[in-house]
């Protein structure tokens, strides 16, 4: 985290002096990025999307849980674990404008996620996300991320929140239920006694 906080302010103190448009070559190098993740995320393979992360890449995933190259891979087994050997993720990746500063560049955007589970469960959902980059030997790599979904308004939160209102919708009835049966028997009880 704190190589993206440093980057990040290096970025903001360099602009007036260092931003440059980027070339249209370099533009074309990070949409095939995104396009590498959309294919790495389709077809269950990570290995071909850790290539453009830099040996020392750190990333803050929209669990809040902080990765590195290694790593990622056990959030990314974490969610296919979950989704099912059936299931399908797809992700389309929906770039805003880059900024680039000479061999850095901060890019970002929206991610449209589609799961379908194994057993059938739909999902769909948007995170946003933000990608430092620089450029190696001519070839860009993922040097830190970050990925944020809004905390109240995803199907994830709404799930539990269904499970939730079951939960305590039922709990409530066998609270109910065990106080007014029981003074019920007892009323009777007292009726046959009297």
Same mark, same amino acid.
């Given at each position: 985290m704190?190589?993206?906080? $440093? !980057?990040?302010? =290096?970025?903001?103190?360099?602009? /007036?002096?260092?931003? @440059?448009?980027?070339?249209?070559?370099?533009? %074309?190098?990070?949409?095939?990025?995104?396009?590498?993740?959309?294919?790495?995320?389709?077809?269950?393979?990570?290995? #071909?999307?850790? !290539?453009?992360?830099? /040996?020392?890449?750190?990333? $803050?995933?929209?669990?809040?849980?902080?990765?590195?190259?290694?790593?990622?891979?056990?959030?990314?087994?974490?969610?296919?674990?979950?989704?099912?050997?059936?299931?399908?993720?797809?992700?389309?990746?929906? /770039?805003?404008?880059?900024?680039?500063?000479?061999?850095?560049?901060v890019?970002?955007?929206? @991610?449209n996620?589609?799961?379908? $589970?194994?057993?059938? #469960?739909?999902?769909?959902?948007?995170?946003?996300? $933000?990608?430092?980059? %620089?450029?190696?030997?001519? %070839?860009?790599? @993922?040097?830190?991320?970050?990925?944020?979904?809004? &905390?109240?308004?995803? &199907?994830?939160?709404?799930?539990?929140?269904?499970?939730?209102?079951?939960?305590?919708? =039922?709990?409530?009835?066998?609270?109910?239920?065990? /106080?007014? =049966?029981?003074?019920?028997?007892?009323? #009777? #009880?007292?009726?046959?006694?009297?």
């Amino acid at each position: 985290m704190n190589v993206l906080i $440093t !980057t990040l302010l =290096v970025l903001i103190l360099a602009a /007036p002096v260092a931003a @440059a448009d980027g070339s249209e070559e370099d533009k %074309q190098a990070l949409r095939a990025m995104a396009r590498l993740f959309e294919q790495a995320v389709g077809q269950r393979d990570l290995k #071909r999307f850790q !290539t453009v992360l830099a /040996p020392e890449f750190t990333g $803050t995933l929209v669990t809040d849980e902080v990765v590195n190259r290694e790593s990622i891979a056990g959030f990314w087994n974490w969610v296919w674990g979950l989704i099912g050997g059936k299931g399908r993720w797809e992700v389309k990746i929906e /770039p805003d404008d880059t900024l680039f500063f000479g061999d850095l560049a901060v890019a970002r955007g929206l @991610a449209n996620d589609h799961i379908v $589970t194994a057993s059938g #469960r739909d999902y769909r959902f948007k995170w946003h996300w $933000t990608l430092v980059l %620089q450029k190696r030997e001519g %070839q860009w790599k @993922a040097i830190a991320g970050h990925g944020s979904m809004d &905390p109240l308004d995803n &199907p994830f939160i709404k799930l539990e929140q269904t499970w939730l209102k079951l939960l305590f919708g =039922v709990g409530g009835l066998l609270v109910g239920l065990i /106080p007014g =049966v029981g003074g019920t028997l007892l009323l #009777r #009880r007292r009726a046959r006694a009297t």
